[in-house]
């Protein structure tokens, strides 16, 4: 991993985020619960009689997540399962207060977070990956633009401001770009999406680094034209009215946004090479970091070193307290993530929103993280 990767993983960890099956085709609605797993380990089903659950956060995973709940419901009835898209910072905060059972973050806790609440877990339930998309007229049909690390920060630093910056034209020769004024828009709320986004900026431009850094939260500098949203779909929504904007946007939301005549663009990673979000450059990135990610499984996979890798990738994290209120409660949440790493890891769930599935060896470590609530 080249040392740069590096510093951005060790430096991350410590960045404290704010505020802190396929289902049955027989959908059998009078089946009883399985029993739990012997031994006390993971449960196969859920508990008898109707149980409830609350998941809140990422608006990334939100489209995945209401898949997957849906298919739950169908194979287990007695479990209803209620989901909030708020953003992963106050996912994490609401799973941390106990407000809600599941959080859902696409960046991983912090060491702040977890000393403040030292029984959270980050639990990977699936790989994902942000693209960067843009509203820029008159293009060809096709094209995709490319934009390194430093011209995407130069941009959100008002330093580029014209979609026909001479640094935008080198990276696309033969493409004639228009003198759009460049409309960058960010997230205003406490956003996983940001963190992604902006690690990758600290990676390639040293005064982004410096002067913004990189969180769920960020400084963003005051650009005159900028806007803001409060979800992915806020995103796609601004920059589409926005001609000449520039937005990081979660890849579940792909369909929709080049639905909406938003241009996808090609990104740069760690060995100078173009890549769009695709099955194949997302699995070359995962690959390079399956045997580094720890059994805590906090890792940041932004700009890895696979020389044909996306360079935003990362895993949709599940954030769940160690300590239940009671063994139902426990058990139950047990069951449906271990439904969600195993049957819902089917790619009739996740490629609707071009996620990936786990490594096999990322899903053992998530169990054995899943085990740990009790």
């Given at each position: 991993m080249p040392l740069r990767s590096r510093v951005l993983l060790a430096a991350a960890i410590i960045?404290?985020?704010?505020?802190?099956?396929?289902?049955?085709?027989?959908?059998?609605?009078?089946?009883?619960?399985?029993?739990?797993?012997?031994?006390?380990?993971?449960?196969?089903?859920?508990?008898?009689?109707?149980?409830?659950?609350?998941?809140?956060?990422?608006?990334?995973?939100?489209?995945?997540?209401?898949?997957?709940?849906?298919?739950?419901?169908?194979?287990?009835?007695?479990?209803?399962i209620t989901t909030a898209p708020i953003g992963s910072g106050k996912g994490i905060a609401a799973a941390a207060a106990g407000k809600a059972d599941i959080g859902a973050s696409d960046a991983y806790l912090s060491s702040g977070t977890l000393v403040q609440h030292q029984t959270l877990l980050?639990?990977?339930?699936?790989?994902?990956?942000?693209?960067?998309?843009?509203?820029?007229?008159?293009?060809?049909?096709?094209?995709?633009?490319?934009?390194?690390?430093?011209?995407?920060?130069?941009?959100?630093?008002?330093?580029?401001?014209?979609?026909?910056?001479?640094?935008?034209?080198?990276?696309?020769?033969?493409?004639?770009?228009?003198?759009?004024?460049?409309?960058?828009?960010?997230?205003?709320?406490?956003?996983?999406?940001t963190f992604l986004f902006t690690s990758y900026l600290?990676?390639?431009?040293?005064?982004?680094?410096?002067?913004?850094?990189?969180?769920?939260?960020?400084?963003?500098?005051?650009?005159?034209?900028?806007?803001?949203?409060?979800?992915?779909?806020?995103?796609?929504?601004?920059?589409?009215?926005?001609?000449?904007?520039?937005?990081?946007?979660?890849?579940?939301?792909?369909?929709?946004?080049?639905?909406?005549?938003?241009?996808?663009?090609?990104?740069?990673?760690?060995?100078?090479?173009?890549?769009?979000?695709?099955?194949a450059s997302i699995d070359a990135a995962v690959q390079s970091f399956v045997s580094a990610t720890p059994a805590n499984e906090t890792i940041s996979m932004v700009n890895g070193p696979a020389s044909l890798g996306y360079p935003i990738v990362n895993y949709e994290y599940a954030i769940v307290s160690t300590k239940q209120p009671d063994a139902a409660k426990a058990r139950d949440i047990k069951a449906f993530l271990h439904w969600v790493i195993t049957q819902g890891n089917d790619a009739q769930f996740l490629n609707l929103y071009q996620f990936q599935p786990l490594p096999n060896s990322i899903e053992s470590l998530s169990d054995a993280q899943i085990a740990k609530i009790g």
């Open positions: 960045v404290p985020l704010a505020l802190a099956t396929a289902c049955s085709g027989s959908g059998i609605a009078d089946s009883p619960a399985a029993p739990a797993a012997p031994g006390g380990g993971i449960p196969t089903g859920p508990a008898q009689g109707p149980q409830s659950l609350s998941e809140a956060g990422s608006t990334l995973l939100a489209p995945v997540m209401s898949t997957w709940t849906a298919a739950y419901h169908q194979r287990y009835p007695n479990v209803t980050n639990i990977p339930l699936a790989v994902s990956a942000q693209q960067v998309n843009y509203n820029v007229p008159g293009l060809r049909p096709g094209i995709h633009l490319r934009l390194s690390g430093k011209v995407l920060a130069e941009m959100y630093q008002g330093a580029i401001t014209t979609w026909n910056d001479p640094k935008i034209a080198k990276l696309n020769p033969g493409v004639r770009l228009p003198g759009t004024p460049v409309v960058p828009v960010h997230r205003f709320d406490s956003s996983g999406d600290s990676v390639h431009d040293s005064v982004w680094n410096h002067d913004n850094s990189y969180g769920t939260l960020v400084h963003w500098p005051s650009v005159t034209r900028a806007r803001t949203a409060t979800s992915n779909s806020q995103m796609v929504t601004v920059c589409k009215a926005a001609p000449g904007c520039v937005a990081y946007i979660g890849i579940a939301y792909l369909h929709t946004a080049t639905g909406e005549g938003l241009g996808e663009a090609q990104l740069q990673n760690t060995g100078g090479a173009w890549e769009l979000p695709n099955q």
